[in-house]
């Protein structure tokens, strides 16, 4: 068998944990302390990217939407997720929470307890999500 040799397109790569610097979640997106670790970038032709998200207790995201959709994978604690006229639900460790394309939604912590996901969404035209008002304390408590 003879090997042959690949272009840097074709090459598997390994990401190292830790390998890229954390960030605060930007207060304009982000109600609350918010801490992003970038997981991965998409790559052409590839659209997809993902981050570990960490919500200190009562953190959230504004209300927002992602023109392909996104994916959310629960790693720890307790959280919340809601649609747009829809009921708060609670998401714990190991919960997959699917958001279609162009869904308004929220997610973020407990009151009480803080929570993790991996977020995994697709870029459409540079863009991988619209970000809208704030989630009134009402709306986050469900009231």
Known sequence: MTEQTLSSAEAVTVARAGSQDSYRGPAEWF??????????????????SGALVTFEPGARTD???????QTLIVTAGCGRVQQWGGPVQEIRPGDVVSIPANTKHWHGAAASTAMSH??????????VASWLEKVS?????GV
Not at 31 to 48: I, N
Not at 63 to 69: F, Y
Not at 137 to 141: L, S, T, V
């Open 31 to 48: 109600t609350g302390s918010v801490r992003v670790d970038p997981l991965f970038a998409a790559h052409q032709p590839a659209a997809g």
């Open 63 to 69: 209300w927002h939407t992602h023109p392909l959709g």
């Open 118 to 127: 991996i977020a995994i969404q697709e870029q459409q035209q540079g863009s």
């Open 137 to 141: 304390d009402e709306q986050y408590r």
